[in-house]
């Protein structure tokens, strides 16, 4: 069966810090992978999607970026956290293989929380 | 462009009451829906998903949803509320196009569940 792994579970940085969150899946090969945050009272925001080793999509300017190393391995990054960047980070993949299905149920990892003070 | 509405963010029922949260979307190819649950600092899980055929989706706990073409809907329900329901819920639709990798989610409805 598929897994997917996030850590760390809790982060607490300072204004200015770097970021590196990771997520890993297991049990599945050619995911598509995508970093979501959650701000509090704001929903799901995508942030990053990625198809393939080393194809990132990015759906919002930011102070983020995303690289995807592996096949299962996607990381979130930053140089310089703001105090904005704080929330909740949610990894998720799916198997979607072709544009014209339209079938893509996400499964999530259990998320990150991260404080910038 | 896809986009999905939840109407209500927040709703509260009495423990045994029925649950009904609302869902619209809109899609200009066939839909793809889902129900994703979020209990406080979790991950979502999926409750249930229409894909095609039988418009009446059961899920897990006991959850429901009906896709409804005419109504651009997929309201979710459950007959009886347990305490254990309190959580926030998720509305989202995929489809074709150029948004085809992607969930477009709703905001979200919190539900509270009072004894």
């Known amino acids: 069966s598929q897994t997917i792994h996030q850590w760390p579970a809790t982060l607490v940085q300072p204004v200015g810090s770097p970021l590196s969150l990771e997520c890993t899946v297991e049990?599945?090969?050619?995911?598509?992978l995508y970093w979501y945050r959650q701000a509090a009272g704001r929903g799901l925001q995508l942030l990053f999607y990625?198809?393939?080793?080393?194809?990132i999509s990015s759906e919002v300017p930011q102070n983020l970026s995303a690289s995807r190393p592996q096949d299962r391995q996607f990381i979130l990054s930053s140089k310089k956290l703001l105090l904005s960047d704080s929330g909740f980070y949610l990894c998720?993949?799916?198997?979607?293989?072709?544009?014209?299905?339209?079938?893509?149920?996400?499964?999530f990892g259990p998320g990150t929380r991260l404080t910038v003070l | 462009a896809q986009s999905v509405t939840q109407l209500g963010s927040h709703v509260s029922v009495s423990e045994g009451a029925l649950v009904l949260l609302r869902c619209n979307y809109s899609?200009?190819?066939?839909?793809?829906l889902f129900w994703y649950v979020q209990y406080p600092n979790q991950g979502l899980q999926l409750l249930l998903k229409?894909?095609?055929?039988?418009?009446l989706v059961k899920g897990i706990n006991g959850f429901e949803a009906e896709f409804k073409k005419s109504e651009t809907s997929f309201h979710l329900t459950k007959p009886s509320a347990h305490m254990s329901d309190a959580a926030e819920y998720f509305c989202?639709?995929?489809?074709?196009?150029?948004?085809?990798?992607?969930?477009?989610f709703g905001k979200g409805t919190l539900l509270t569940v009072n004894p």
């Open positions: 998720a993949w799916s198997v979607i293989r072709f544009r014209t299905s339209g079938n893509n149920e996400q499964f």
């Open positions: 049990g599945t090969s050619n995911p598509n």
């Open positions: 990625s198809v393939g080793i080393g194809q």
């Open positions: 899609s200009s190819v066939p839909p793809y």
């Open positions: 229409y894909t095609t055929g039988a418009t």
């Open positions: 989202a639709v995929s489809g074709g196009g150029g948004s085809n990798y992607k969930l477009t």
